[in-house]
Structures are given as structure tokens and as C-alpha cells.
């Protein structure tokens, strides 16, 4: 049975920091690629940030560039997201994903097999 479980998700100041941490079990975890993606209240789920094990690379959207930094601990099947600076417009419920795959970073909801059940981020202004 895989399971993707995150934590670290809780309240804070704009400007503030937050780590994610999201747990994996039940799968290979170096054959995933592994994604974060976030839904805002009204909002449709969008992705975030992804991490290609393969190539050593990440991808991130333009509006958490220089700000959220995905990183793995392959050793301990977790995937880490880091937020600097956050924003009043990074609340959200924040979901860890797993995409069969070591080199190809989807950036679609259909791109991704496991999900995790999702923490909720919010900052104040």
C-alpha cells in the first residue's frame, strides 16, 4: 500500500519560512519523480515544484522562483519543500505527489499516480 504523508504545514507571518516534509511508503522511491503542488480556497489545484531524481534538476513556477526549493532524501523516502518569503498568496493546502519516472517533471494533476492527503499553509498578512 503506498502512502504519502505530509506535515510541517501551519500558520505564519508574511515574509516567514515553513518546511514540508512529505513521507513516503510502498513505493520505489527513486523510480518517482516527486512533485508539490497546492489548491488555494476556490481555486483549482496547481502545480508547485518538482524534483527528477535522474537528472538532478528541478522545475518551479515563476511565482515561487528563488523562494520554495524542493529537495529529496532518497535515504529516508521523503521529499522536503522549503519556503522562504512566503505571501498571503501561497495559502493553500499544499499536496506532495509521485510520478512514475526518474527524468520527466509533469507539471499536470494527471502527470502523477500517488497524492498525499495535504496540509494546510497559511499566511497572514
Known amino acids: 500500500q503506498v502512502q504519502l504523508v505530509e506535515s510541517g504545514g501551519g500558520l505564519v507571518q508574511a515574509g516567514g519560512s515553513l518546511r514540508l516534509s512529505c513521507a513516503t511508503s510502498g513505493l520505489t522511491f527513486t523510480n518517482y519523480v516527486m512533485g508539490w503542488f497546492r489548491q488555494a480556497p476556490g481555486k483549482e489545484r496547481e502545480f508547485v515544484t518538482g524534483y527528477s531524481r535522474s537528472r538532478g534538476s528541478t522545475y518551479s513556477i515563476d511565482s515561487v522562483k528563488g523562494r520554495f526549493f524542493i529537495s529529496r532524501d532518497n535515504a529516508k ?32 494533476l494527471h502527470d502523477y499516480r500517488y497524492w498525499g492527503q495535504g496540509t494546510q499553509v497559511t499566511v497572514s498578512s
Request: hydrophobic share 35%; glycine share 6%.
Open 77 to 108: 523516502n521523503t521529499v522536503y519543500l522549503q519556503m522562504n518569503s512566503l505571501k498571503p498568496e501561497d495559502t493553500a493546502v499544499y499536496y506532495c505527489a509521485a510520478a512514475l519516472g526518474t527524468s520527466y517533471i509533469g507539471s499536470n
